[in-house]
C-alpha cells in the first residue's frame, strides 16, 4: 500500500463547476498535510496546507482533513481552465519527512 | 524574497557518468529536501537535509548522496548514471524555525537530467 494514496484520474469538470479532489494516507503519524499543484513541465506551487481536523478556507478553495478516517481533500469552486493541472496531495510526519501521492489529473473544459 | 534557485537546469550525460546538482534556499531558509519526479514513480523523496545533516533518506540506492552547507546551501550528486535516472530532479527548502517539527516546502524549478 502507498503511503499517499489518490485517484489519478483524469478529472474532467465543465467550467464554473466544483472539482472534488481526494487523498488518503496510511501512516497515523502524519501531522501535516499540504495540496500543491503543478502545470505540466513546471515544479510543484503550494496551494494550501492544513494541520487541523476540519475545513480550511482560502479565496475559491476549500481543504478538509480527517484524520480518524485519514482521508484529506480539495475543493476548487468555480472551476476555471487555469485550474487545469495535475494536484498532487502530500502528508507530512516531523522532521520534516513529507511524502506525495502521484497526482489527479484535472481538465477543465470551457 | 527570492525563491528557490537549482543549477543546472538542464543536463545531458551517458551512462555511467556521474552529475552533480546544486540548490539555493530560501533565504533564511535551513531545510532543504530533495525528491525526483518521473512520469511511472511521480514524486519520489530522495533526502532531506538540516543543518548540515541528513535528517531523513528515502529508498535510493547509495549511487544518490547529498550534502548541505553552512550557509544552507545543498548539492545532490548522482554517480554512476543509469539511464532510468533519468528525471526532473526537484529541490524544495522550508523555514523550520525549531530544530524538529513540520514546515511548508517550497520547490525551486527543477532540474532536468537527461541519461543517454
Known amino acids: 500500500q502507498k503511503e499517499v494514496e489518490q485517484n489519478s484520474g483524469p478529472l474532467s469538470v465543465p467550467e464554473g463547476a466544483i472539482a472534488s479532489l481526494n487523498c488518503t494516507y496510511s501512516d497515523r503519524v502524519s501531522q501535516s498535510f499540504f495540496w500543491y499543484r503543478q502545470y505540466s513541465g513546471k515544479s510543484p506551487e503550494l496551494i494550501m496546507s492544513?494541520?487541523?481536523?476540519g475545513d480550511k478556507e482560502d479565496g475559491r478553495f476549500t481543504a478538509q482533513l480527517n484524520k480518524a478516517s485519514q482521508y484529506v481533500s480539495l475543493l476548487i469552486r468555480d472551476s476555471q481552465p487555469s485550474d487545469s493541472a495535475t494536484y498532487l496531495c502530500?502528508?507530512?510526519?516531523?522532521?520534516?519527512?513529507?511524502?506525495f501521492g502521484a497526482g489527479t489529473r484535472l481538465t477543465v473544459k470551457p | 524574497k527570492a525563491g528557490v534557485t537549482q543549477t543546472p537546469r538542464y543536463l545531458i550525460k551517458t551512462r555511467g557518468q556521474q552529475v552533480t546538482l546544486s540548490c539555493s534556499p530560501i533565504?533564511?531558509?535551513?531545510?532543504v529536501s530533495w525528491y525526483q519526479q518521473t512520469p511511472g514513480q511521480g514524486l519520489q523523496f530522495l533526502f532531506e537535509?538540516?543543518?548540515?545533516?541528513?535528517?531523513n533518506k528515502g529508498n535510493f540506492p547509495g549511487r544518490f548522496s547529498g550534502r548541505q552547507f553552512s550557509n544552507s546551501r545543498s548539492e545532490m550528486n548522482v554517480s554512476t548514471l543509469e539511464l532510468g535516472d533519468s528525471a526532473l530532479y526537484l529541490c524544495?527548502?522550508?523555514?523550520?524555525?525549531?530544530?524538529?517539527?513540520?514546515?511548508?516546502?517550497?520547490f525551486g524549478p527543477g532540474t532536468r537530467l537527461t541519461v543517454l
Open positions: 492544513i494541520y487541523s481536523n
Open positions: 533565504s533564511g531558509h535551513r531545510s
Open positions: 502530500a502528508a507530512q510526519r516531523s522532521n520534516n519527512d513529507m511524502r
Open positions: 537535509y538540516f543543518s548540515e545533516t541528513q535528517r
Open positions: 524544495a527548502s522550508s523555514l523550520l524555525a525549531g530544530q524538529g517539527g513540520t514546515d511548508t516546502q517550497y
